[in-house]
């Protein structure tokens, strides 16, 4: 790829973050981390300051260093080697790698990079990605071109190579989560939606407090969110622009209460559950046309549907059996199989973007668990247990689940946390305040 002047003038204004490939001889390391349901010593690795090329750029070359260090080390897989035990003070990107020197600190994986602010306030960034004992960068160098305000999103996208490179899994760093910023005492809990970075900075707020939210979801391109609202005084479904902050509600008439939205992964399409003379039903709606389709037909509750990443089938969550348990069907409707035959209630059931898992809150012996399993119940695997977990959410690699934690004598306060799909490394995400129903969005352009 090459990154063209006349494209990154036009984009002055916006952050630019396509990479650009940095010509490299050496081949390709043999560095890379077998991620198993086994013990993961986590990788050492080096990352000194980037290099600032003029002094407007000192600041943001540290800052750039810090978050990077921050995305990799969080995820439990990497140990940051402290940059007072380096040997080498890196002055210049192009400079030949010691790495005797970086050996006898037991470094294993080397991020060099530097950062340039040009007189338009463009930042560029460059950065290199080395295996030190097989003395070899992995992969090419990249660089990365944005504007002064998107200097995180860069370091996030270098993180994003260096994490995909030595695990061989997808990205996920430069991406958001919309969710529930909850306010106030429990009787009286004020609700609002946020969406922020995935790592809980850039907190922005898309609704007020004047009344509850619940359950929103991103669009497949990140732009929208539906959402329940209770702006009427009843729940229905909403849909809201992220740009323009501009609100539409869709499906259902007054007289029915919707709820429990979800996109299709093509965007064009919503699931949802409808209140209808009584009983609770799942359908579907076609955004342009506005014609909706009803999906199951029941005497039983059905909700918290998702679709499969390919659109053709559904997950959802349906007490037909007695108790919540979770059932797949096409994606047209139908009756459905059941998938879940395990003790305990079964909810909120997510298809992983990656197809291979489901996720899902299971109630059983007193205590609440995030969970996965296959699209046909087998291989079940508890990942948490707690006083009330509940309400899982993807990264967009497939990789990590974040969801909703409330615990004993916090005054019902509740908190997101994420986990790996191994049931390691379990991390409280940062939030301002209170917060509930997470939703992962996608990586950003």
């Known amino acids: 790829m090459r990154l063209f002047t006349s494209l990154c003038a036009a984009l002055a204004s916006a952050l630019l973050l396509a990479p650009v490939a940095l010509a490299q001889d050496a081949p390709r390391g043999p560095l890379k981390i077998e991620i198993t349901d086994g013990v993961i010593e986590p990788v050492p690795f080096a990352i000194p300051n980037f ?19 921050a995305d990799l080390t969080n995820t439990g897989l990497f140990r940051e080697i402290p940059q007072d035990a380096h040997i080498t003070r890196v002055s210049s990107f192009d400079a030949t790698v010691p790495w005797s020197d970086w050996k006898a600190i037991s470094a294993e994986a080397l991020i060099t990079g530097s950062v340039l602010v040009e007189p338009d306030g463009r930042i560029v960034v460059q950065f290199r990605l080395f295996d030190v004992f097989s003395e070899a960068p992995l992969g090419d160098g990249l660089q990365f071109v944005g504007t002064a305000d998107g200097w995180r999103r860069m370091a996030h996208k270098v993180a994003d190579a260096a994490y995909s490179r030595i695990t061989g899994e997808g990205p996920y760093f430069d991406s958001r989560v919309v969710f529930v910023s909850e306010t106030g005492p429990k009787d009286a809990r004020q609700k609002r939606l946020a969406v922020m970075d995935y790592d809980g900075a850039n907190v922005q707020y898309l609704t007020s407090s004047d009344s509850i939210v619940l359950a929103p979801r991103f669009s497949p391109d990140g732009t929208r969110i539906i959402y329940t609202s209770y702006e009427t005084g009843f729940p229905r479904v909403t849909v809201i622009d992220v740009a323009t902050l501009q609100r539409q509600t869709v499906g259902g008439v007054d007289q029915n209460m919707s709820f429990a939205p979800r ?118 695997r508890l990942l948490t247990g707690a006083f009330l977990d509940e309400g899982p959410t993807w990264a967009p690699n497939g990789r990590v689940v974040m969801f909703t934690r409330e615990t004993p004598g916090a005054g019902g306060a509740p908190a997101l946390y994420s986990v790996d799909i191994t049931g390691r490394n379990l991390q409280r995400a940062a939030t301002p305040a209170a917060a509930s129903d997470p939703s992962w969005g996608p990586l950003l352009n």
């Open 51 to 69: 290099v600032a090329r003029n002094d407007a750029a000192a600041d943001i070359a540290q800052d750039i260093t810090r978050v990077i260090s």
């Open 263 to 380: 996109f299709s992964p093509d965007g064009g399409r919503v699931v949802y559950s409808a209140e209808v003379a009584g009983n609770t039903d799942l359908y579907s709606l076609d955004l342009a046309s506005g014609q909706t389709s009803r999906l199951t037909n029941a005497p039983s509750i059905e909700t918290a549907p998702s679709f499969s990443p390919d659109g053709s089938r559904i997950v959802f969550e349906s007490d037909r059996s007695g108790q919540p348990q979770l059932y797949v069907m096409s994606a047209s409707g139908g009756e459905g199989s059941r998938i879940s035959f395990g003790d305990g209630r079964y909810g909120t059931p997510v298809w992983s973007p990656r197809g291979d898992f489901i996720a899902f809150t299971k109630q059983n012996a007193g205590r609440f668990h995030i969970g996965v399993m296959r699209d046909n119940g087998s291989e079940e």
